[in-house]
């Protein structure tokens, strides 16, 4: 029998198709992993706590003859107005912001975990006054809540602006730790612990953080973020860290000088250094929320 030559018998791997992958894809996927950003925010982090070692110029130093300068081999990423190395100040400044994100952090997640726990563990009555409390102040504006207390407060520093910032900003967190808390609140170890006569403390310490933990990560990781945003919004309207104190917002307040000047660099560079930390950090955030959804639907 001849051999039919315009059919050809194949089977199921006759022809695989192959995705062509594009650059943009890869580094889509390569951004989503979080060891990606992990690398990226650590090389931050040492940077701004190596400061000293890899400055060319002394951030406090005003080279007047050198203003607005583009970058150059002497002044790598440019001057500012003030003729300062923008290359050596970007980590000064780092320190700063990134101490105000997580101190601020630090002190949201003490007040919200605190005060969430002690509203799910109360009656109902008291329940109801604090978290009736919690959506008044939820419902201010929180950068007006923050600009009216930092002009009760006096002259801004980093410590008192990461007070404020985290004393601010604590209800979200608040109304989560107290949902996870009133569902737990009936379990029988909780029951047992309060039997035995243990403190508040201790049960919050050792029965029900422990509980929660893993389901206010994102939100407390993605505190730090929005801590340097308030900080940089502060500065950036003239009303957080003065010019003397760097930090990245502070460096951003010199704008509206850079743009009538065509100084791009200085407007550009900082904000670059904020946009990718901010992007690491919520990068991290939603890992950590996607394992959490991962385990709690395997369970």
Known sequence: ??????????????????????????????????????????????????????????????????????????????????????????????????????????????????????SGMAPAFLDNMMMRTAEMLSSIPNLLLILLILSIAGKPTPISIAAVIGGTSWMSLARIVRSEVRQIRASEYILVAKSMGASFPRILYYHLLPNFLSAIM??????????IMLESTLSFLGLGLPVEVVSWGSMLSLSNKALLTNSWWVILIPGVFIVVTLLCITNIGHYLRGAVNRRSSNL
């Not at 199921?12 to 990226?40: G, I, M, T």
């Not at 994102?218 to 801590?227: Q, T």
Request: proline fraction near 4%.
């Open 1 to 118: 029998m001849a051999e039919n030559e315009d059919f050809v018998i194949v089977g199921a791997a006759y022809k695989k198709q192959v995705r062509p992958v594009s650059e943009s894809s890869v580094w889509r996927r390569l951004w989503k992993r979080p060891l990606f950003s992990l690398l990226v925010l650590g090389i931050l982090l040492l940077g701004c706590i190596m400061a000293e070692s890899i400055m060319n110029h002394h951030p406090s130093d005003f080279y007047l003859a050198n203003l607005n300068e583009p970058p150059n081999t002497e002044f790598y990423f440019g001057t500012d107005s003030l003729g300062r190395d923008i290359f050596s100040i970007i980590w000064y400044g780092g320190r700063v912001s990134l101490f105000i994100g997580f101190s601020g952090m630090a002190i949201l997640t003490c007040i919200g975990v605190f005060y969430g726990c002690l």
């Open 218 to 227: 994102f939100v407390v990781v993605s505190s730090i973020s929005s801590c």
